[in-house]
């Protein structure tokens, strides 16, 4: 499973890409107007800092297929190395999806919240689909459940389109995806703190820190 960054913060991306297996970042118009910076800064920003490898999906915000086709080839031309484009579930995107499909432009297609939406998706030709966990879980949806019927759903009719679980709350969310065999999360950057972080670690940690310090004092096996 991949691990994406939710967010259009730099500070927090630079930190995540340096001390994370990141596989790239997502963001949408809500994450970039919260940012309150010219978009084209920030995006290009984005890009300087986790490198052309690296996964930049950016959302539209155009509402007819023929201006999400040309906002889409905007971005990707600006920004160029792994992009895709988010578009939300819904006619003109589905219409934009089958029409970038064919000029090679990836698409992640955002705000999913049933499986029959995620395979209609995949069918139109989306590389990714996300399918909101948390924002399911709020409603008593089961976004776990949600997540696990589109990944059976793509290995059932053995179709090319990942899963890009998105909206999370807690680890437990990201844990229960991981175990549906989901492709990829996109989390907050505090999540993935949460991830790592374990009482238990902390306690083992300490206990080999004070039993190497009363034998050796402050020396490092590098001062030897
Ligand atoms: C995903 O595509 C969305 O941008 C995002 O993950 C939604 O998360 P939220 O429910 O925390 O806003």
Known sequence: ?????????????????????????????????????????????????????????????????EKMVEEAKLIKETVGGEFYVKIPIGEEGLKATMMLKELGIGVTMTAIFTPAQALIAAKAGASFVAPYVNRLDNIIGDGVRVVEDIVQEFELYGLDCQVLAASFKNCEQIHKCALAGCHTVTIASDLFKSVIAHPMTDAAVAGFEKDWKAMYGDKKILDF
């Open 1 to 65: 499973m991949k691990y994406l960054i939710d967010t259009g913060n730099l500070a927090e991306i630079k930190h995540c890409n340096e001390f994370y297996p990141l596989a790239g970042v997502t963001t949408n118009p809500t994450l970039v107007a919260k940012e309150k910076s010219d978009f084209w800064t920030l995006i290009k920003e984005i890009r300087n800092i986790i490198g052309p490898d690296k996964m930049l999906h950016v959302q539209t915000v155009q509402t007819t297929a």
